[in-house]
């Protein structure tokens, strides 16, 4: 059984801090690695991924991926309220499989 | 319109009621998914259609049942469901070719079954 695992908080951080969310997975043939959030009601969306080793950026996100520890991180800098949801973790295998978190639930503070 | 779209938003059925869900995506993708969320739960698989062929059938009750009449549209019909078979009922599209083409959901449908 693949298995992702996220810490599911709910993790507080106050507006303009750096909130830190992680995730690991068992499977070490993994491929490709996403975060998607998904606001209260909602349907998740993609905002991030990774497919290869080290640090990815966009905007005020930063994925960080390290196969050979297998955990994937997402950084949000500068949170902000409206970053306030649960975020869920995706691991993709080599047969396009796709395993999910349970969700962190972040709470941005203002 | 763009993206996937889903209806019904919301649905209440009884058991003994037959419903349909429906699925539709702008996105050109050629896999189509219906993903099942529950409270405290990882998104459960429930389907998988690549090309219009059922490629997953992850032991889902028989009382769900897929239609995938072509990549564009996918339905999910339901029959004397359980009222632990309430939940937010996702459909996802992707590009199934493309290694790590990620997925793209619809709104929902929320359920309730009474």
């Known amino acids: 059984q693949k298995e992702v695992e996220q810490n599911s908080g709910p993790l507080s951080v106050p507006e303009g801090a750096i909130a830190s969310l992680n995730c690991t997975y068992s499977?070490?043939?993994?491929?490709?690695f996403f975060w998607y959030r998904q606001y209260s009601g909602k349907s998740p969306e993609l905002i991030m991924f990774?497919?290869?080793?080290g640090d990815k950026e966009d905007g005020r996100f930063t994925a960080q991926l390290n196969k050979a520890s297998q955990y994937v991180s997402l950084l949000i800098r500068d949170s902000q309220p409206s970053d306030s949801a649960t975020y869920l973790c995706?691991?993709?295998?080599?047969?396009?499989?796709?395993?999910f978190g349970t969700g962190t639930s972040l709470t941005v503070i203002p | 319109e763009t993206g996937v779209t889903q209806t019904p938003r919301h649905l209440v059925m009884g058991m003994t009621n037959k419903k349909s869900l429906k699925c539709e995506q702008h996105?050109?993708?050629?896999?189509m998914y219906w993903y099942k969320q529950s409270a405290k739960k990882p998104l459960e698989l429930m389907f998988v259609?690549?090309?219009?062929?059922?490629?997953e059938n992850n032991s889902v009750p028989s009382r769900f049942s897929p239609e995938c009449p072509n990549s564009s549209h996918l339905f999910l019909h339901l029959h004397t469901l359980q009222p632990e078979d309430s939940a937010l009922y996702l459909c996802?599209?992707?590009?199934?070719?493309?290694?790590?083409?990620?997925?793209?959901f619809g709104n929902g449908t929320r359920l309730t079954v009474t």
């Open positions: 996802a599209s992707s590009q199934e070719s493309r290694d790590g083409s990620p997925l793209h």
């Open positions: 499977d070490r043939g993994s491929q490709s």
């Open positions: 990774i497919y290869s080793n």
């Open positions: 995706a691991v993709q295998d080599t047969g396009n499989q796709f395993y």
């Open positions: 996105l050109g993708h050629n896999a």
């Open positions: 259609y690549n090309f219009k062929e059922q490629t």
